[in-house]
């Protein structure tokens, strides 16, 4: 497997992000204008909130964006305190050549009321230097402080026909054959969620080259790398038991350890965990792998890993 192509198929600009229009005809005129307010990001899985925010901080902060940009994964930085000694770092300074910071909360809905509320003070004490965006999959789970703060950009889950042209613009990019039928199947499996669509369209070619409805469905029933995504993110982010059931969800559609030690390993080799990480992950990966060939127990062995990452 090469790079993967959710990472690769990331839309740079406005223009590439597909559906959405309402969000980016929204989000274009302030990049344009340069006017960002605080904004709340909501949304099902997949659509776009997260590659839209980096979108908008890239044009909205011009050159050198990355100095006043700063992204918290809520599910990773869960900690109060974390989160408050991070934001008061990075909004201390004055923004470079632009206006404004940006502060982005991705994936927001785990975070506490308390720690929502703490994030409201700081909207008000940092507002003047920093704009806070949060990105979540209910609106419901944002405090209502938090709510009126913002200007809420609503992202729709993607129809027929945005999840069929990305189809096509992936199919020709990497010389797929694809057919009406598969494309049906891709669209009615995936939900307009891009990132399974990606995810599917990139282990169904790895195999074959022409996509089928019969592959398609066939392949749903296979690993899926969101499964192994979520399982080394929980895992990360401290969460044992979230971990686990993904794993324990892969095992009981039948997929053997093995194949399960290589969906990790490729995983990992094509991640942008941190590279110290990621070394770290390979030798874990590779003792596991190593004991079930002599004969220890897979499950345990599985098990292990994400135990020892859990504890880091
Ligand atoms: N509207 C879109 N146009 C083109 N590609 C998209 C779009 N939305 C998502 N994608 C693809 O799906 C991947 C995941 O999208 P993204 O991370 O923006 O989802 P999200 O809405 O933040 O989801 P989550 O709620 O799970 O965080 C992207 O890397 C991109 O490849
Ligand atoms: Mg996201």
Redesign the pocket.
């Known amino acids: 497997m090469d790079t993967l192509w959710?990472?690769k198929?990331?839309?740079k600009s406005f223009d590439?992000?597909?559906?959405?229009e309402e969000a980016v005809r929204k989000l274009k005129a302030m990049a344009e204008t340069k006017t960002v307010q605080h904004l709340l990001f909501s949304?099902p899985?997949?659509?776009?909130?997260?590659?839209c925010a980096l979108i908008l901080a890239k044009e909205s902060l011009g050159e050198n964006w990355q100095d006043n940009f700063m992204q918290l994964n809520a599910s990773d930085d869960r900690k109060l305190i974390t989160i408050q000694t991070k934001v008061k770092e990075f909004s201390r300074s004055k923004p470079l050549n632009s206006s404004f910071k940006i502060i982005f909360l991705?994936?927001a809905d785990s975070l506490t009321t308390e720690a929502q509320q703490a994030l409201r003070r700081m909207m008000e004490d940092y507002g003047e230097n920093c704009r806070f965006i949060f990105?979540v999959?209910y609106q419901s789970n944002i405090i209502e402080a938090i709510q009126s703060r913002c200007v809420i950009i609503r992202?729709k889950s993607?129809d027929k026909s945005a999840v069929f042209s990305?189809i096509d613009k992936i199919s020709n990019s990497e010389n797929l054959e694809i057919d009406e039928e598969a494309k049906e199947a891709l669209f009615n499996s995936t939900m307009g969620d891009?990132?399974r669509l990606?995810n599917l369209m990139q282990s169904i070619a790895s195999v074959s080259k022409k996509i089928t409805a019969e592959l398609v469905y066939k392949s749903l029933s296979k690993i899926n790398l969101d499964k192994i995504d979520k399982i080394f993110k929980s895992a990360l982010s401290g969460d044992y038991l979230s971990s686990k059931k993904e794993l324990d969800d892969i095992i009981s559609q039948g997929v053997s350890p093995s194949e399960i030690i290589n969906a990790m390993y490729n995983y990992v080799i094509n991640s942008d965990i941190a590279v110290e990480k990621k070394i770290k992950i390979i030798e874990l990966i590779a003792e596991a792998d190593y004991r079930i060939i002599v004969g220890a127990t897979p499950l345990i062995q599985l098990n292990a890993i994400l135990a020892k990452i859990t504890e880091w």
Not at 16 to 20: A, H, I, S, W
Not at 45 to 51: I, R
């Open positions: 959710v990472d198929y990331r839309p590439d992000v597909v559906g959405q949304g899985p997949g659509v776009g909130k997260t590659t991705d994936e990105s999959n992202f993607l990305l891009l990132r990606i």
